[in-house]
């Protein structure tokens, strides 16, 4: 293990998942740097995932494994950011594994730009199994934007592996509502792109499986457990600088979420940023939570 103060923080929040953790590890013992610390953050686990955890054995790298209550996700990042040292981050879930030389790259990219206080993150390829590229690709390498005007306002599709500075997360812890287990991480990236850039690099680090069937029904049955956590979503989207098309799509959104969270309609009015918006949409996010609650919530 390293005396100095390692580059990269590699958090993993993992829940039930136990027989999936050693393919993760396996990856981490053959990086080409070892420049980091694993934190796996057990959300409340039920099996045998401590007695697993306990068992990883690492010269190369410090592993420190915390378990905490369930909670979801993004109670578990939260509780990360106590004890996260390094100057970046990157979250690696528990069914997913790193490229060999992920480490390294990240290492060697983020010392470019670790200067500059406008950047908040690097964003990378996230891979299939069989080395394809999910979702588009960056346009341009290196290229230097936010996740609004790049992301959100150009439409590039397919979860990115996401690297950011350690103190922009601690800014930005996740908000948290009572009974609710699920906040899409999309909330803070936004949030953070008010203040920061990201460099999108044209470089695969991150392999996982994507199984695109399923992934509507899946996220809105977590709209109708998570309806706070889903008004909290469709707020951030109604954002400074997200173009305006966008911005109706989610002004329809936060009416159906909130009608699923019973927020009196005066309280959703108020809360809305996009008053206009909200007005001629309203009748219509009506109609949408007709829609999921006759399909979704059952």
Same mark, same amino acid.
């Given at each position: 293990?390293?005396? %100095?103060?390692?580059?990269?923080?590699?958090?993993?929040?993992?829940?039930? &998942?136990?027989?999936?953790?050693?393919?993760?590890?396996?990856?981490?013992?053959?990086?080409? %740097?070892?420049?980091?610390?694993?934190?796996? !953050?057990?959300?409340?686990?039920?099996?045998?995932?401590?007695?697993?955890?306990?068992?990883?054995?690492?010269?190369?790298?410090?592993?420190?494994?915390?378990? *905490?209550?369930?909670?979801?996700?993004?109670?578990?990042?939260?509780?990360?950011?106590?004890?996260?040292?390094?100057?970046?981050?990157?979250?690696?879930?528990?069914?997913?594994?790193?490229?060999?030389?992920?480490?390294? =790259?990240?290492?060697?990219?983020?010392?470019?730009?670790?200067?500059?206080?406008?950047?908040?993150?690097?964003?990378?390829?996230?891979?299939?199994? =069989?080395?394809?590229?999910?979702?588009?690709?960056?346009?341009?390498?290196?290229? +230097?934007?936010?996740?609004?005007?790049?992301?959100?306002?150009?439409? !590039?599709?397919? %979860?990115?592996?996401?690297?950011? &500075?350690?103190?922009?997360?601690?800014?930005?812890?996740?908000?948290?509502?009572?009974?609710?287990?699920?906040?899409?991480?999309?909330?803070?990236?936004?949030?953070?792109?008010?203040?920061?850039?990201?460099?999108?690099?044209?470089?695969?680090?991150?392999?996982?499986?994507?199984?695109? %069937?399923?992934?509507?029904?899946?996220?809105?049955?977590?709209?109708?457990?998570?309806?706070?956590?889903?008004?909290?979503?469709?707020?951030?989207?109604?954002?400074?600088? !997200?173009?305006?098309?966008?911005?109706?799509?989610?002004?329809?959104?936060?009416?159906?979420?909130?009608?699923?969270?019973? +927020?009196?309609?005066?309280?959703?009015?108020?809360?809305? *940023?996009?008053?206009?918006?909200?007005?001629?949409?309203?009748?219509?996010?009506?109609?949408?939570?007709?829609?999921?609650?006759?399909?979704?919530?059952?």
């Amino acid at each position: 293990m390293q005396e %100095d103060l390692d580059v990269l923080a590699i958090v993993t929040p993992t829940y039930n &998942r136990a027989e999936l953790l050693p393919k993760l590890y396996d990856s981490l013992l053959n990086q080409t %740097d070892f420049s980091f610390r694993w934190y796996i !953050i057990d959300d409340g686990s039920t099996d045998n995932t401590e007695a697993v955890c306990k068992s990883f054995l690492s010269d190369q790298f410090d592993i420190l494994y915390l378990k *905490k209550e369930n909670g979801g996700k993004h109670t578990a990042l939260n509780f990360s950011y106590k004890f996260i040292q390094e100057d970046v981050t990157i979250i690696v879930d528990s069914d997913d594994y790193l490229a060999c030389d992920a480490v390294e =790259t990240i290492c060697k990219d983020w010392e470019k730009y670790k200067s500059c206080d406008d950047v908040g993150g690097m964003s990378y390829y996230k891979l299939l199994f =069989t080395g394809q590229v999910i979702g588009d690709t960056f346009h341009q390498n290196y290229y +230097i934007s936010s996740y609004i005007q790049y992301i959100i306002n150009e439409k !590039i599709r397919g %979860d990115k592996a996401e690297v950011f &500075r350690s103190s922009v997360l601690k800014e930005n812890p996740f908000p948290v509502f009572e009974n609710e287990k699920f906040l899409s991480e999309a909330v803070i990236w936004i949030k953070m792109s008010l203040k920061y850039k990201m460099i999108y690099i044209q470089k695969g680090i991150y392999y996982c499986e994507y199984l695109q %069937d399923g992934l509507t029904m899946s996220g809105r049955r977590k709209l109708v457990k998570n309806p706070l956590g889903y008004v909290e979503h469709a707020k951030a989207y109604l954002s400074d600088g !997200i173009k305006q098309a966008i911005q109706y799509k989610y002004t329809l959104m936060y009416i159906a979420a909130s009608m699923f969270a019973k +927020i009196p309609f005066k309280t959703m009015y108020r809360q809305c *940023k996009r008053k206009c918006k909200f007005i001629v949409c309203l009748p219509f996010g009506m109609l949408l939570y007709v829609y999921w609650k006759l399909r979704y919530d059952h």
